[in-house]
């Protein structure tokens, strides 16, 4: 291929170490590329939590833009970021191998654990999910890039914060007061990159299948399926992982109330021939099992 390919990215270090990955291998398969950085939505505004802001693909909207628009021919995205559905004309072109899927606390000490704590975070799942665990503690809103929320719990009276497992190691930031939060559900696609192109582009798009990683493939869409047909995009607490053991597919989701007092789950194996559709047939079951009705509460709370 003769011409440059252009990867958008947005500008925080996380973001830029993750399109510097896609250009490295991209260059090494002997093509030429740019990268061109640009803020969105989701970085420009960190006063508003995510879900008041009241659209999907905050952080993924300004490089759809500015793909349609011929700006960039490629983009990077952390997958959890990602809205279920892409803007017509941009298709998934490539999902990298998975990265550690887990959350982890960043901590000031963990006598709290067994009183009261103050907790930061910006997602209503691990809200959730840590409220279910220790109900006797609060939470506060904590946006930002990485670096900007490991300065705000630094600079704050909070007993910690959650990040992303994989957001740290990527730029090597995890310090040595930190906890991997086995028990906690991670977003759908945490941990995975996806890159995106334009369906009409069929050059590109035959360049990044050498990128894709099959099993991760299989795991994040099960966990975004899920996700899409219980509605939740980026708004509500919504936790799945599917991991392959053997040639067979595990599989842990659960939708909790913003109180994290109640929660439906479900937990399945199956057969890595039976994936299409399995997430469809796991969210269905949650539905039918009390999660539409605590769907629609954490609907009407948000609205």
Known sequence: MNKVIRIGTRDSELALWQAKTVQTALEKLGHNTELLPVKSTGDLNLEQPLYEMGITGIFTKTLDVAMLTGKIDIAVHSMKDVPTALPKGIVEAA?????????????????????????????????????????????????????????????????????AAAGLERINLTPENSLDLDWMLPAPAQGAMLVVAMENDTETRDILKALNHRDSEICVHIEREFLKILEGGCTAPIGALATIEGDEISFKAALFSLDGKKQVSIERKIAIEDAPNFGKECAIKVLNNGGRVLMEGIKEALN
């Open 95 to 163: 999902v990298l191998k998975r990265a550690n899927h887990k959350d982890v606390l960043i901590h000031k000490g963990l006598d709290f654990l067994t009183a009261e704590g103050l907790i930061a975070t910006g997602s209503l799942r691990r809200k959730a999910q840590w409220l279910n665990k220790y109900p006797t503690h609060n939470s506060v809103d904590l946006r930002g890039n990485v670096n900007t929320r490991m300065k705000k719990l630094e600079d704050s009276d909070w007993n910690g914060a959650i990040f």
